[in-house]
């Protein structure tokens, strides 16, 4: 494909999505990220889009909200690993909830198979993948539908929550920073979303690496009520999104990154220290740093398959890792 095409393709990508990842825009122009990533800094040189953090957005600041269809065909593979890491950190018996989107959807998934699990959700698409499972109480909030994501909202979502407890929220989003952690790009759907964190001990959110460093309107949980992050590990010298997981990290957000099956830690002949080929992309990581957050007494204990402890200087060493890479 001639490089004329290749820009093409991806800026009828970016305008039809608002935002893309470099390794979603890779894979569809068949083509190596650093290939991708040059033909976005020329479309970004015309004016034609702004790059954002390992991926590319429509111009103009704030990026706007994509609808469902849009949304479910990005960062695929990235919202696969995180909702498996997710899992590790629902235990038996628990009573959490789940907020909208397509992530948290994929986690959804995974939680059928959890005995004696209650979610309360505002989602039909987080109800409809646990609608046949058997151990799972499904408890929906009320409220009025929004299309474009299949979520209730309005005053009836948020007095549904009203005098609820549960032990974790789990949350996504539109972007994320560490000056103003979670936010989302509908006033609507931020309401519900606080209105959930205000009714969990715990929050974890859920966010790919396109998210991270991004800002949108409305926001809906400050960086010291989040708990946990999961996302997965930024592309390599992806350095924006490295330093805003360190500013995370650093004001006590416990960061865990799930290995995306197949992807490259760097792009092809990457290679490290002496000359040797770059080790291969770990499949978990937990970088735990201490900071004060609201929690469950007990919770935590009995993670399955999720290293969450370490002395501190190994956890900084890790972190710093992630950010030279």
């Known amino acids: 494909m001639f490089a004329a095409e290749r820009r093409q393709l991806i800026l009828e990508m970016v305008r039809a999505n608002g935002a893309v ?39 103009g600041g704030f990026t706007r909200e994509s609808g469902f269809p849009q949304k479910s065909h990005l960062a695929t593979a990235e919202k696969t690993a995180i909702a498996d890491l997710a899992a590790n950190f629902v235990e038996e018996g628990e009573a959490i909830v789940v907020g ?17 699990l209650t979610v309360v959700t505002n ?17 929906m909030t009320g409220g009025t539908l929004r299309g474009s994501n299949y979520a209730l909202v309005g005053s009836g979502a948020e007095q549904s929550l009203q005098g609820l407890r549960v032990s974790r929220a ?20 931020a309401s519900v979303d606080r209105a959930l964190v205000q009714a969990a ?46 500013a995370l990290a650093d004001q006590g957000v416990q960061i865990a990154v799930a290995g995306v099956p197949g992807a490259s830690a760097g792009h092809a002949g990457s290679t ?37 402890h370490g002395e501190q200087g190994a956890e900084r060493a890790r972190v710093a890792d992630l950010r030279r890479r």
Do not use: C, W, Y
């Open 21 to 59: 990842s470099l390794r979603e825009l890779a894979r569809v122009v068949q083509t190596s990220e650093v290939t991708v990533r040059r033909d976005v800094r020329a479309l970004e040189a015309e004016g034609l889009l702004d790059r954002r953090h390992g991926g590319a957005v429509l111009p």
């Open 100 to 116: 909208a989107g397509t992530t948290t959807q994929e986690l959804a998934r995974r939680l059928a198979r959890v005995p004696g």
């Open 123 to 139: 989602s039909l698409l987080v109800a409809q993948a646990l609608a046949h499972a058997n151990r799972v109480e499904v408890v």
């Open 170 to 189: 789990f949350l996504s989003g539109s972007g994320l920073t560490a000056e103003r952690g979670l936010s989302t790009s509908n006033m609507l759907s």
């Open 201 to 246: 001990a715990e929050v974890v959110v859920l966010a790919d690496h396109t998210k991270l460093g991004t800002d949108t309107m409305f926001q809906t949980v400050p960086t010291d009520l989040i708990t946990r992050l999961v996302t997965d590990e930024p592309p390599a010298h992806d350095d924006r999104s490295a330093t805003e997981l360190q």
């Open 272 to 308: 490290g220290p002496g000359g040797d080929p770059a080790p291969a992309r770990q499949q978990r990581r937990d970088v735990s740093l201490p900071g004060p957050r609201r929690q469950v007494p007990g919770a935590g204990a009995g993670l399955r398959g999720a290293a969450v």
